[in-house]
């Protein structure tokens, strides 16, 4: 069963130096055809399928927010128009903070938007310019004062540690600030260097200084105890919240359930089947112009497939995975698949079973990708 739907704006005004998704600068573009073609996109896949226990809906990108009032605006009817919207409980939306306007808030808020995820990753000038950001700290203070006047109660901020140049210091003190916000959900993130971009450009030539392994391991380590001691908990590898507040569509990925992808280089996995959209936007648009759903490449899982991504999906939450909910799901029981890997994890204190659940130890948290890869059969 779908439980929620993805819809990706690929604009932006500004390409951040370590971001591999599909995006393109908005100068130019396409943008109402787009936003046009979003809404027959939305039409076609809900002309022969039943979304009405659709859970969450997730506008990401690319930055949503790049768009004009009057474009979002024309994006949320579609969305109004052709998904029932009376079981969605958390419709977020990606923002910038120097992007987010009182206009477009109020847009977003009546639009049915009740959750946004701001992409902040730090609170110092030097690092900000590194990444390739555009905004400043007082954007970030008086979007999100803006954003409650308005209504919004669920607010997000992306961090980042692990940055080049970054030191402990700045990273102790980006989560004060963080903290000095007082929201209900963080997300903090090491930095990947990805290939296709900037960065990964910079450290091919040697030009990328990047924190050592200890450092960063010593971020992670100080992040989950400020988390802690703030009475935030740590519902995933990198995720925090208050109670009430945890990220219900990222849930959806982390418990392996199934979501619609819609948009240019979209991604979604239904009836055991993932797939993508064509990312390129005259591909995308001429599909879709064509009556077809633009999916460019689909793959059928197979059960060995869906068992591996229920582990290293899975064990990114604490709370870890069920066994009973493994057996029901597979008809067989992680034992009987993993016995090897199981007893070498326990014993190296990586994982641990806690009643029905397999779950990583604090130290597992650390070495998080080598664990996952013990369970690619």
């Known amino acids: 069963?779908?439980?929620?739907?993805?819809?990706?704006?690929?604009?932006?005004?500004?390409?951040c130096n370590y971001c591999d998704f599909n995006k393109v600068f908005f100068k130019n573009q396409p943008v109402d055809e787009y936003i046009e073609a979003l809404g027959e996109e939305m039409r076609l896949w809900t002309a022969n399928h039943d979304f009405h226990n659709i859970e969450t809906i997730f506008l990401g990108g690319g930055t949503p927010t790049s768009l004009s009032p009057k474009q979002l605006n024309k994006l949320l009817s579609f969305i109004q128009m052709y998904i029932p919207l009376e079981h969605v409980t958390e419709f977020t939306s990606e923002a910038n903070p120097d992007e987010l306007t009182k206009e477009k808030l109020?847009?977003?808020y009546q639009g049915g938007v009740n959750r946004l995820s701001l992409g902040v990753q730090a609170f110092q000038e030097d690092l900000l310019k590194k990444l390739g950001r555009t905004h400043s700290n007082d954007h970030v203070f008086h979007t999100i004062d803006e954003a409650r006047r308005i209504g919004f109660d669920n607010i997000s901020i992306d961090l980042m540690y692990g940055l080049p140049g970054q030191t402990m210091q700045q990273w102790k003190e980006t989560l004060n600030i963080a903290f000095s916000?007082?929201?209900?959900?963080y997300s903090a993130y090491s930095l990947i260097v990805e290939p296709k971009t900037i960065f990964y450009n910079l450290m091919t030539k040697r030009k990328l200084r990047l924190p050592s392994e200890d450092l960063?391991?010593?971020?992670?380590?100080?992040?989950?105890?400020?988390?802690?001691?703030?009475?935030?908990?740590?519902?995933?590898?990198?995720?925090?919240?208050?109670?009430?507040?945890?990220?219900?569509?990222?849930?959806?990925?982390?418990?392996?359930?199934?979501?619609?992808?819609?948009?240019?280089?979209?991604?979604?996995?239904?009836n055991?089947?993932?797939?993508?959209?064509?990312?390129?936007?005259?591909?995308?648009?001429?599909?879709?112009?064509?009556?077809?759903?633009?999916?460019?490449?689909?793959?059928?899982e197979t059960k060995q497939e869906r068992i591996e991504e229920e582990l290293f999906l899975g064990l990114r939450k604490t709370m870890g995975v069920s066994k009973k909910h493994f057996y029901e799901k597979f008809n067989c029981t992680i034992e009987s698949v993993y016995e090897k890997q199981l007893q070498a994890l326990l014993q190296k204190e990586l994982i641990v079973t806690e009643g029905d659940y397999i779950k990583l130890t604090r130290n597992g948290r650390f070495v998080g990708n080598e664990v996952f890869e013990e369970f690619l059969l």
């Open 1 to 15: 069963m779908v439980r929620g739907i993805y819809i990706h704006i690929p604009f932006c005004h500004q390409i």
């Open 106 to 108: 109020e847009v977003l």
């Open 181 to 185: 916000l007082q929201l209900p959900h």
């Open 216 to 270: 960063e391991a010593d971020m992670y380590d100080v992040l989950m105890q400020q988390m802690e001691q703030h009475d935030l908990h740590q519902y995933e590898i990198s995720n925090f919240s208050r109670r009430g507040y945890s990220s219900i569509h990222n849930q959806i990925y982390w418990d392996n359930d199934e979501y619609v992808g819609m948009g240019a280089g979209a991604h979604g996995y239904i």
């Open 272 to 300: 055991g089947i993932r797939y993508s959209n064509h990312g390129p936007l005259k591909k995308y648009m001429k599909s879709i112009a064509d009556g077809e759903k633009s999916i460019y490449e689909t793959h059928i």
